[in-house]
């Protein structure tokens, strides 16, 4: 069973950064991509990252692109999400996925439980 | 793409067939997933490129369509499937649906 363990999250002011981390075992973490999804309280799932197994191809959705980042350290099985410039509508708590699928970016077969990050003064 | 999911709320007693709609606002191949999502949990992948079932889903979850137009079908609920389902499309980008509730009747 893949295992999936989101940390970082937490209360930041607007304008301010976090970084995510997501620890991954009982998977061959090098041959996946991966992705971070996001749900906003009470509400509905939305796509923010996405990075290649090697970490050399990454696309973001234009909602944060520019101000978030992800990347991967394949020797430590992680994967990270560096958040620059946090508006109150990023307050979500935050998934990290296992992303698979022939042709076009993926579908998300195992989900972390989520790290919470809330933005407010 | 925007995707959009019909009904909104569907209610529906154990036994029941429930038949869900995701339309594309424009043709997504057969890019097409479903997900179910119970109350304090993460989302779990049932349906992949529009008719596969994802491994240890039951036979009782089904996916049809390509193009615009999709259906998740669960033919005869059980009590454990009352929950909030999504669709997704990886043809253009990444986007998901608004969700399906699917409550007891």
């Known amino acids: 069973q893949v295992q999936l363990v989101e940390s970082g999250g937490g209360l930041v002011k607007p304008g301010g950064s976090l970084r995510l981390s997501c620890a991954a075992s009982r998977l061959t973490f090098s041959d996946r991509y991966m992705s971070w999804i996001r749900q906003a309280p009470g509400k509905g799932l939305e796509w923010v990252a996405y990075i290649s197994n090697s970490g050399s191809n990454t696309v973001y959705p234009d909602s944060v692109k520019g101000r978030f980042t992800v990347s991967r350290d394949n020797a430590k099985n992680s994967l990270f999400l560096q958040m620059n410039s946090l508006r109150a509508e990023d307050t979500a708590l935050y998934y990290c996925v296992t992303t698979t699928g022939a042709g076009p970016l993926g579908h998300f077969d195992n989900w972390g439980q989520g790290s919470l990050v809330t933005v407010s003064s | 793409i925007v995707l959009t999911q019909s009904p909104a709320t569907l209610s529906l007693s154990p036994g029941e067939r429930a038949t869900l709609s995701c339309r594309a606002s424009q043709s997504v191949s057969s890019y097409l997933a479903w997900y179910q999502q119970k109350p304090g949990q993460a989302p779990r992948l049932l349906i992949y490129?529009?008719?596969n079932r994802a491994t240890g889903i039951p036979a009782r979850f089904s996916g049809s369509g390509s193009g615009t137009d999709f259906t998740l079908t669960i033919s005869s609920l059980e009590s454990e499937d009352f929950a909030v389902y999504y669709c997704?499309?990886?043809?253009?980008?990444?986007?998901f649906g608004q969700g399906t509730r699917l409550e007891i009747k």
């Open positions: 490129d529009a008719s």
């Open positions: 997704q499309q990886r043809s253009n980008s990444i986007t």
